[in-house]
C-alpha cells in the first residue's frame, strides 16, 4: 500500500500537505525543535506553550494532527480564525507530503470530523477515496470533479487526511502567509524569542486565507498566487 500511495503522489503532482495554526505557536514549533505534535502528544507535555487548533477533536483522533493535501482546508481554516479573538494571525505549514505513505496515516474523503469520524480510512483506499468523481459532503451536498478540478487536490475541498503523533522540524517546506507584511512581522516575532527565522521559507499565498479565491484555484484551475518571500537587505 505504501508504494501505491507513493506512486499515485508522484502521479497527481502532489508536492506538498498543509496544516494551519495560529501565528504564535510558529515560534514554539521552533524552538522545540520536536515538529508539530497532536493533541494527545501536547497534553501528555506539561511544558508544551503550543495551542492546539482543534482541541475538541470531534473526528477522536486526538493522537494524530489534521492535514489537508497541496492546500489548507480554507472554510474550516476561517471558521478557526473566526473563533479566535485575541490572536488574530495564523500562517500554514507546508510539509512534505511523504506522510501520506505512512502506515498509521488515515484519510478522511470530506472534513474528518463528520459525523464524528465515521468517513476516516486508512490505507491506499483511503487515499483514493478523497479524489472520487463524487463525494457526499456536509449539508448532504454532492461534491463533484469538473474537468478543470485539480488534479493534486481531492474531490472535496474539505479532505483531510490525520498523520500520526508528530511532523518533524525537518519536514516543514515552507510557512505560508497572507501577505509580504505579515512574513516581516513573524519573522521579527521569532528573533524577538530567540529563534532563527532563516530555517524557514516563508511564502506569499493570500488565497489560502479566503475560501472563495481558493475554491477558485482548485476548482477551476486558477494560477495559485505564491511568491517565496525575501527579506529586505539591512545594511
Known sequence: MTM?????LKERGITRLCHFTPARNLAHIAAGRVGILSTASLEADERAAYNQTDLQRFDGKKTHICCSIQFP??????KARGEERLFTDWVVLLISPHYL?????????????????????SGAAGFVSMFAP????????????????????????QAEILIHDRIL???????????????GTERARMRANGVDPDQFQFVI??????????SQVIRQGAVANETAYTPPVTI
Open 4 to 8: 501505491d500511495i507513493l506512486t499515485a
Open 73 to 78: 482546508n480554507a472554510w474550516y481554516f476561517e
Open 101 to 121: 505513505a505512512e502506515q498509521e496515516t488515515y484519510f478522511c474523503p470530506r472534513n474528518a470530523a463528520a459525523e464524528y469520524g465515521r468517513h476516516i480510512v
Open 134 to 157: 463524487a463525494v457526499p459532503g456536509a449539508r448532504d451536498q454532492v461534491r463533484r470533479r469538473g474537468q478543470q478540478h485539480r488534479n493534486n487536490c481531492p474531490t472535496d475541498e
Open 169 to 183: 522540524l525537518k519536514d516543514i517546506l515552507g510557512v505560508a502567509v497572507n501577505s509580504a507584511e505579515q512574513a
Open 205 to 214: 499565498a493570500p488565497q489560502m486565507f479566503n475560501k472563495y479565491a481558493l
